[in-house]
């Protein structure tokens, strides 16, 4: 069942929107998941390519943690490996649209034993740093059961929470939201760009296709979090 009409969306979210398929990062159609899980949509980050593509996505974020989290923040941590140009991108529309001066991390899939050693790309986290993690899309939390670990073993970080781009809305291990779950199980906000519901109403309004509402709506019952409404 379609959820009420939410409140006014900021226009930053229906450019983002907008944008996403104008680069083939949101589709509709029929995809099989990592999970196996047979999906109405499908949500690729991967096709953010260009220059002017990857500026305007680290405006996106930057709008978004600025909304969510201010400019307390001294660090923006983005997980090997998507996260690496997300963290750069978004550093630079922070300092651009804000004055909001962060310095960028980034964790080594393997720790190098020379030259700059240690399990980080750039100058390890320090005791008292407040720390932002940056990612593209959280289904099942696995990227943030590796990294939340890392960066308390590696010092007393302020853990500000965790961005991302599209909410999916799904259940994680349990019936929350993957996202919602990483934020209690790890003690830390969580935002997004924009939720799966706030995508489904903008393309409510622009006209979207019946049948590929009922579907988006089928699926929801059978794989969305609790008190998910779409």
């Known amino acids: 069942m379609r959820a009420e009409r939410r409140g006014?969306?900021?226009?930053?979210?229906?450019?983002?929107?907008?944008?996403?398929?104008?680069?083939?990062?949101?589709?509709?159609?029929?995809?099989?998941?990592?999970?196996?899980?047979?999906?109405?949509f499908f949500i690729n980050t991967g096709y953010y390519r260009t220059g002017s593509q990857l500026?305007?996505?680290?405006?996106?974020?930057?709008?978004?943690?600025?909304?969510?989290?201010?400019?307390?923040?001294?660090?923006?941590?983005?997980p090997a490996y998507k996260g690496i140009p997300l963290s750069v991108t978004a550093a630079i529309a922070l300092s651009e649209l804000y004055g909001t001066e962060v310095r960028t991390l980034s964790d080594r899939k393997e720790a190098k034993d020379h030259g700059e050693?240690?399990?980080?790309?750039?100058a390890p986290p320090v005791d008292g740093e407040r720390v932002l993690i940056i990612e593209d899309v959280t289904t099942a939390g696995t990227s943030i059961r590796e990294t939340v670990p890392l960066?308390?073993?590696?010092?007393?970080?302020?853990?500000?929470?965790?961005?991302?781009?599209?909410?999916?809305?799904?259940?994680?291990?349990?019936?929350?939201?993957?996202?919602?779950?990483?934020?209690?199980?790890?003690?830390?906000?969580?935002?997004?760009?924009?939720?799966?519901?706030?995508?489904?109403?903008?393309?409510?309004?622009?006209?979207?296709?019946?049948?590929?509402?009922?579907d988006i709506e089928a699926y929801y019952r059978q794989y969305g979090a609790r008190k998910a409404s779409i």
């Open 8 to 40: 006014v969306m900021e226009e930053y979210k229906r450019e983002f929107i907008d944008f996403m398929m104008e680069c083939g990062v949101l589709r509709f159609g029929s995809f099989t998941t990592k999970s196996g899980r047979q999906t109405p």
């Open 55 to 78: 500026r305007r996505l680290g405006g996106y974020y930057a709008r978004a943690i600025h909304e969510h989290f201010g400019d307390e923040l001294d660090v923006l941590f983005g």
């Open 117 to 122: 050693k240690g399990a980080f790309l750039g």
């Open 151 to 214: 960066l308390r073993e590696a010092a007393h970080v302020q853990l500000q929470g965790l961005i991302v781009s599209v909410d999916r809305m799904e259940r994680g291990t349990t019936d929350e939201g993957a996202l919602q779950e990483a934020g209690r199980v790890w003690g830390m906000k969580t935002a997004a760009i924009v939720t799966m519901a706030e995508v489904l109403e903008y393309l409510d309004e622009k006209g979207m296709d019946p049948q590929l509402r009922a």
